[in-house]
């Protein structure tokens, strides 16, 4: 995904005349409480990572140990680089997987060029389905491929990117829910969907974002289905240890009704780590999906990975972004709210002799 800029607490202000003194205290305070900032964020940031005290206590049947183990299952494959070898391994999981579970799996498959080496490269969506032709049907996606090099790292730019977070958290937290699909209400069908080379970005400016989800966006619109999706959830970098979900920009342009109502499920449930505040504006598969297909789709996202302050670390495109700093406990929270919140979806059962 591309990061555009923060929303939260972005302001301009204009300048004020002051008198030499009062603009002397106010110099001093700023100092002293910048200094104090500094030192609880350098505190913060040595702390170690974890023990969110925004979780609320997740019911069993969702479990992030599980989760996890999916997660590590698949970082363990190495980078899933579009094309890859690795690539086609986690297919070949992840559709046994998914079939296991009581879907019906498909593969949307189209080439791209290689932007380094010009070769056809293979790109394939993966789709597994839940009760197709039920009248209301949801749309839960991922994108499943890492980006080449974790070109953020200052240390290593171009060394190994296993992409935990960003590329796998959304893919376990999906797998943790397929395991409560097989149930879900008479009315409601599901699709998962996994978008591959959402990254397959070998130079920044250059090389497009969101290929694959382009592609089934433009599928949607031009061969739609007999029954279209009610709206669309995107899981990325839901893995955080330090979990924070604040309202993504984007999302609340193109699908407030749905973005408010996944917030309010979370704020029903106890969940404080989704905020009811717009804090990033992020370009991610999300946007063909509203754009192109029309599809009114939410991006869940914790884009401070693992927090925002000054002097925090970002592991955010680095190699630092591995299982290790990441938590079931965060995957299993977010499966809970998105699946209480499709089941509110469901139409009320009416009573007999109504």
């Not at 009062?22 to 305070?29: A, G, K, N």
């Not at 296991?100 to 993966?126: M, Y």
């Amino acid at each position: 995904m591309k990061h555009t800029h923060e929303t939260d607490g972005m302001h301009h202000g204009g300048r004020r005349k002051r008198d030499h003194r009062s603009w002397l205290i106010v110099l001093l305070v700023g100092i002293g409480v910048t200094a104090a900032l500094f030192m609880s964020v350098r505190r913060q940031a040595k702390s170690p990572v974890g023990g969110n005290q925004a979780m609320a206590e997740v019911p069993r049947r969702y479990q992030a140990d599980r989760a996890m183990r999916y997660l590590q299952q698949i970082c363990q494959l190495g980078p899933r680089v579009t094309g890859t070898r690795e690539m086609e391994q986690q297919q070949r999981l992840l559709e046994g997987f998914f079939q296991a579970q009581g879907a019906a799996v498909t593969f949307q498959q189209f080439e791209i060029r290689h932007p380094e080496t010009g070769e056809n490269v293979p790109v394939s969506n993966l789709v597994a389905s839940w009760f197709p032709n039920r009248a209301k049907r949801f749309l839960l996606c991922a994108h499943y491929d890492t980006r080449p090099f974790p070109d953020s790292d200052k240390r290593n730019p171009k060394g190994r990117f296993v992409g935990a977070n960003d590329g796998g958290s959304g893919v376990a937290a999906l797998m943790e829910l397929a395991h409560n699909l097989r149930d879900l209400p008479a009315d409601i069908g599901v699709d998962i969907v996994l978008f591959d080379a959402e990254e397959f970005v070998w130079v920044q400016g250059r090389d497009p974002y969101f290929l694959g989800s382009n592609f089934f966006a433009e599928q949607y619109v031009s061969r739609p289905p007999a029954i279209g999706y009610q709206a669309g959830v995107l899981l990325d970098m839901v893995g955080d240890r330090e979990l924070k979900i604040y309202y993504e920009a984007n999302s609340l342009k193109y699908a407030r009704d749905v973005t408010r109502g996944i917030f309010e499920t979370a704020n029903s449930l106890g969940v404080d780590a989704f905020v009811q505040r717009s804090r990033h504006r992020i370009e991610d598969d999300h946007i063909p999906l509203n754009e192109i297909a029309r599809i009114p789709t939410v991006d869940l996202i914790d884009f401070d990975y693992p927090r925002p302050g000054f002097g925090a670390p970002s592991y955010w495109h680095t190699e630092q972004d591995v299982p290790a700093n990441c938590s079931g406990d965060s995957l299993a929270t977010v499966v809970w709210v998105v699946h209480q919140w499709l089941l509110e979806q469901a139409e009320p059962v009416k009573a007999r002799g109504n």
